[in-house]
């Protein structure tokens, strides 16, 4: 069959562990298509919406810890794939995209659905590979196969993330009516074995030598998923070695019991003096971006004398404050077990974790007060959330200010395996809702998705599919705007604020739930908020959509006044 190399690739993408694929419906892509379909082992999921699909291969990725392969015509269908693949590379996610082309020499000849596609992601996958579109000489089939071995391998080797692969097809593209595919018993693999990093005994001497030295040290988490491995290394450092760990909510450490939870609702009130106390002379780094700005700018204001990232993977050196001395190529469980092993208290450091937990509790405290008083607004019922989520929930936080709240409420204490998710590689509002959909399409535990109203129906196309996925809950936090510009500083004081920042709407989710099969409760108080969630999560035959309705002034007032009493309460 003049086909055979290219429905091999879905073989070999079996033989190689890859159980889901994303196909858009097109024909140029029909061979990738039925190759796939008929492929045992692989689960294929047709989507219509080229962007919604990126993103929901990118959640099913994400939960499933497996590479997805993602499907598409040619043309532009291609670039709809592209907000989900540059998030993707910045969270490190292994997609394997196979774009469907037309013939080389086609290219730029007004013919249809035709576009130069080789690239077409640019520095946002790891690599592009461009497959040859004939296949008569054996060496064709000797690339084809190489070429797809390197190109799975590679979306898993040192740090995941995405890669491309350009598939130009020549018609015809269908086999005749009838005719099965079949698929080649000496399709060839290539495995790729590893090895797990362990630093040698005298560097991790000098590690533990540099750490006894420091008088003040600070582990920062930013974006992981949640580990009991790291949490427990993690705080057998914090304990024998009296070291301060501080991570935003989509750090997963919140099971640790000494975590500093809230740096970026203190960080903004304090003097420059007690922020001099707080600079760290060893900061150790660890996950990926971090969401607190008021984080950000205290370490890169306050520099420690040294720095370590410490990542399983080396790479480029990725340095949002601006003082990394030492990148530690050690997967940081390990690290910090062999650290604590040989840690030993000190007065100094013990000192100076009391310090960072001192505001810590001061804020909680505030944190709680507030809550107690304001039991009103999206805020407050986003703090009811954070502490009624059942346990075990994956709990997904959309951009903006859904992901914000949720770090400022912090997650209710005692929660058992829940884990937080948020789009933070590019910080999109485009997939956030597909996203989620990708996840409860591959995991039969409980997803939430909080987002805010403009998120949701830009991605409104993450429910046009054909899959019921009865164990998502969706709280639209619905202020008819993107409260976000009503509340930052410069955009705030123009004029143009709520026509062109807010960019107030009048939608409510109500339609798009009808539309949808979805089921639909409004709400616009916290009164009775725990009977509420209690039906919300309660099984049904669909998803369902809490839509709290508010508008972006309410939001603004509110958010002042948590600002505000925080500010009095850490001054007392
Ligand atoms: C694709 C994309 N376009 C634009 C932005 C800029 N942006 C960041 S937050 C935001 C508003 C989000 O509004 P909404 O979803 O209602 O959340 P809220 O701010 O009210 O919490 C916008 C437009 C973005 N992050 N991503």
């Known amino acids: 069959m003049r086909l055979q190399p290219i429905f091999d690739i879905a073989g070999i993408c079996s033989r190689k562990g890859i159980k889901d694929a994303i196909v858009c419906p097109g024909s140029r892509c029909a061979p990738l298509t039925l190759a796939f379909v008929r492929q045992s082992g692989i689960q294929t999921r047709t989507i219509s919406d080229e962007r919604s699909a990126g993103f929901i291969a990118l959640g099913i990725a994400q939960q499933t810890k497996r590479t997805v392969v993602l499907i598409c015509t040619s043309g532009?269908?291609?670039?709809?794939?592209?907000?989900?693949?540059?998030?993707?590379?910045?969270?490190?996610?292994?997609?394997?995209?196979?774009?469907?082309?037309?013939?080389?020499?086609?290219?730029?000849?007004?013919?249809?659905?035709?576009?130069?596609?080789?690239n077409i992601y640019g520095d946002h996958v790891k690599r592009s590979y461009n497959l040859p579109q004939e296949y008569e000489h054996p060496d064709s089939k000797w690339s084809i196969y190489r070429s797809i071995n390197e190109a799975v391998n590679l979306t898993q080797e040192g740090h995941h993330g995405p890669v491309h692969v350009n598939v130009p097809l020549r018609e015809p593209l269908y086999p005749p009516a009838g005719e099965t595919i079949s698929?080649?018993?000496?399709?060839?693999?290539?495995?790729?074995?590893?090895?797990?990093?362990?630093?040698?005994?005298?560097?991790?001497?000098?590690?533990?030598?540099?750490?006894?030295?420091?008088?003040?040290?600070l582990v920062v988490g930013g974006q992981g998923s949640l580990s009991v491995n790291l949490v427990a290394s993690l705080n057998s450092l914090a304990t024998s070695g009296d070291v301060a760990v501080v991570g935003d909510v989509i750090s997963n450490l919140h099971p640790l019991p000494s975590a500093i939870r809230y740096p970026d609702v203190f960080l903004a009130q304090l003097e420059e003096k007690v922020k001099k106390?707080?600079?760290?002379?060893?900061?150790?780094?660890?996950?990926?971006?971090v969401i607190s700005k008021n984080l950000k700018l205290f370490l890169r204001a306050n520099k420690p004398i040294a720095h370590w990232h410490v990542d399983e993977e080396t790479g480029p050196i990725i340095d949002p404050f601006q003082s990394v001395t030492t990148l530690v190529q050690q997967n940081?469980?390990?690290?910090?077990?062999?650290?604590?092993?040989?840690?030993?208290?000190?007065?100094?450091?013990?000192?100076?974790?009391?310090?960072?937990?001192?505001?810590?509790?001061?804020?909680?405290?505030?944190?709680?007060?507030?809550?107690r008083e304001e039991d009103a607004g999206e805020l407050s019922f986003v703090n009811h959330v954070m502490h009624e989520v059942p346990d075990h929930t994956s709990l997904h936080l959309a951009n903006s200010m859904a992901v914000r709240y949720a770090n400022f409420c912090g997650l209710g204490e005692n929660k058992k395996g829940v884990q937080l998710f948020s789009n933070r590689g590019t910080s999109g509002i485009d997939g956030c809702t597909s996203t989620v959909v990708g996840h409860a399409l591959s995991s039969d535990s409980m997803h939430t998705l909080i987002t805010g109203d403009l998120a949701f129906f830009y991605d409104r196309n993450a429910f046009w599919n054909n899959y019921n996925v009865r164990n998502l809950r969706v709280i639209v936090l619905n202020n008819h705007g993107g409260a976000i510009f009503g509340m930052i500083d410069g955009p705030a004081s123009q004029p143009e604020v709520d026509e062109y920042f807010v960019t107030r709407q009048t939608l409510t989710a109500r339609n798009l739930a009808d539309e949808f099969s979805l089921s639909y409760r409004r709400i616009n108080t916290n009164e009775n908020v725990a009977a509420v969630l209690e039906d919300f999560y309660k099984p049904g035959e669909h998803a369902k959509i809490l839509e709290f309705e508010s508008t972006s002034k309410e939001v603004k007032e509110l958010f002042l006044r948590f600002k505000d009493k925080i500010k009095g309460k850490l001054k007392e």
């Open 76 to 118: 532009t269908a291609a670039y709809n794939f592209a907000p989900a693949v540059a998030e993707a590379y910045y969270q490190r996610i292994p997609l394997l995209i196979l774009t469907a082309d037309r013939p080389t020499e086609w290219i730029g000849q007004w013919d249809g659905q035709t576009i130069s596609q080789q």
């Open 277 to 289: 106390d707080l600079q760290p002379d060893l900061l150790i780094t660890i996950g990926q971006s």
């Open 183 to 217: 698929f080649s018993d000496d399709i060839r693999i290539t495995e790729r074995v590893t090895t797990k990093i362990t630093l040698p005994a005298k560097t991790l001497q000098q590690l533990s030598a540099a750490l006894e030295q420091s008088k003040k040290v």
């Open 332 to 371: 940081p469980e390990d690290l910090f077990a062999a650290l604590s092993k040989a840690a030993k208290e000190n007065s100094d450091r013990k000192q100076y974790v009391q310090k960072w937990q001192a505001l810590e509790q001061k804020t909680a405290n505030a944190i709680k007060d507030f809550f």
